[in-house]
């Protein structure tokens, strides 16, 4: 298991496209999370699943963004009609229930340009 | 809501030297875990030191040790014989014991820089 991987590494869009990210977890991990983080900035909580099912999402994510984890493997972020303040790292992490330690992934870094 | 502050965007320590990186925190609960996590230049977050709030022990782990004040609301990180490959964005985060989702709620961090 090489850990959670995260593609693309990068991505440079032009504001009003459409970008999907992938996140690749730990496979015996039943918890998946994506974090936002813009420069010179911690990490914001976006939203989670637990197996396929998507617990909770934070207010951050607007109508634009949507992410599925389909047959709670892989995990995918879409964000439509990206907009300039999209811009940031993208990080995705997941853990095994119960256990609260994260594995992060290296993340995604959108430009919008 | 609970809030992570980190005060000292940047930090620089001699290698081989010890330096103490601050947080504080806001909350109202009385169960919590605190973190310190390292982002390497790489970008990939790793864990270095977790405290659960009911213990009133202060982690170690190796070079790394916590200042746990829990009545301050306060939670340093202590690196000691600091070594080059310390360089990076260090984060403190907090977890609700209450919350199921263990969403961490981070600070803006702190860059250290290890001077040779």
């Known amino acids: 298991d090489t850990g959670v991987s995260q593609n693309p590494r990068h991505k440079i869009t032009k504001r009003g496209q459409n970008v999907t990210f992938r996140c690749d977890p730990i496979?015996?991990?039943?918890?998946l999370y994506w974090y936002r983080q813009t420069l010179g900035q911690g990490p914001e909580f976006l939203t989670y699943f637990q197996n396929e099912a998507q617990l909770e999402k934070s207010r951050l994510l607007s109508d634009r963004f949507s992410a599925e984890r389909p047959k709670g493997s892989f995990s995918t972020l879409e964000i439509q009609r990206t907009e300039q303040g999209d811009s940031a790292m993208y990080l995705c992490?997941?853990?095994?229930?119960?256990?609260?330690?994260?594995?992060f992934g290296s993340g995604t870094r959108l430009t919008v340009v | 809501a609970q809030t992570v502050t980190q005060s000292q965007p940047e930090m620089s320590v001699q290698e081989a030297e010890t330096v103490t990186l601050s947080c504080t925190y806001d909350t109202s609960e009385s169960d919590y875990y605190l973190f310190w996590y390292k982002q390497p230049p790489s970008r990939q977050m790793i864990l270095v030191i977790r405290?659960?709030?009911?213990?009133?022990q202060n982690a170690t782990e190796n070079r790394f040790s916590v200042n746990f004040q829990k009545a301050a609301k306060s939670f340093s990180l202590k690196i000691s014989d600091s070594q080059l490959g310390d360089a990076a964005m260090y984060f403190c985060a907090y977890r609700s014991a209450m919350d199921s989702s263990y969403k961490l709620i981070f600070g803006s961090g702190t860059r250290l820089l290890v001077r040779p």
């Open positions: 405290q659960e709030a009911y213990k009133q």
């Open positions: 992490a997941s853990s095994l229930l119960g256990t609260g330690g994260y594995t």
């Open positions: 496979s015996e991990h039943n918890r």
